[in-house]
């Protein structure tokens, strides 16, 4: 998923990317406020983005329904704060994930964008062709 440019997976999703329950990721969370700084590690959003969101209060406002949206930073700051080896290896596997995302993306686009230009001189030899003929 992404959010402000940002590849992000819910907390819900982080909790099984690292094979922990999402109580811990809580914990995890709330022990190391000072490390984590929104916009940077996580993107707090208004509304139900996680199902599960009203099972862990701690992850959500009491007045409306806020959810955290982890960035590459956050997933970083789990990963070393738990410290394990699949959670490691889950970071890596996001990471290596949203950059080959990424360069595809890239690459897509300029594939398009190659194609257009190919287009509109095949359109302009055409009428270039009537016009002489």
Not at 6 to 11: G, I, K, M, N
Not at 12 to 28: D, G
Not at 37 to 42: A, D, L, S, V
Not at 93 to 119: C, G, P, W
Request: charged share 25%; hydrophobic share 40%; with cysteine.
């Amino acid at each position: 998923m992404e959010y402000n440019g940002d590849a992000v997976v819910e907390t819900r999703e982080l909790a099984r990317m690292y094979c922990r329950p999402m109580s811990e990721i809580t914990r995890v969370y709330l022990q190391n406020k000072e490390r984590f700084k929104e916009g940077q590690h996580f993107h707090l959003v208004d509304g139900r983005v996680e199902e599960s969101a009203s099972d862990h209060p701690d992850l959500v406002s009491t007045n409306h329904k806020i959810s955290f949206l982890w960035t590459d930073c956050g997933l970083y700051e789990h990963a070393a704060l738990m410290d394990t080896q699949l959670a490691w290896q889950s970071y890596c596997q996001f990471i290596y994930f949203v950059f080959n995302k990424s360069e595809k993306m890239k690459q897509a686009t300029q594939v398009h964008r190659e194609t257009e230009d190919l287009l509109a001189k095949r359109q302009l030899l055409i009428l270039l062709a009537k016009e002489l003929f």
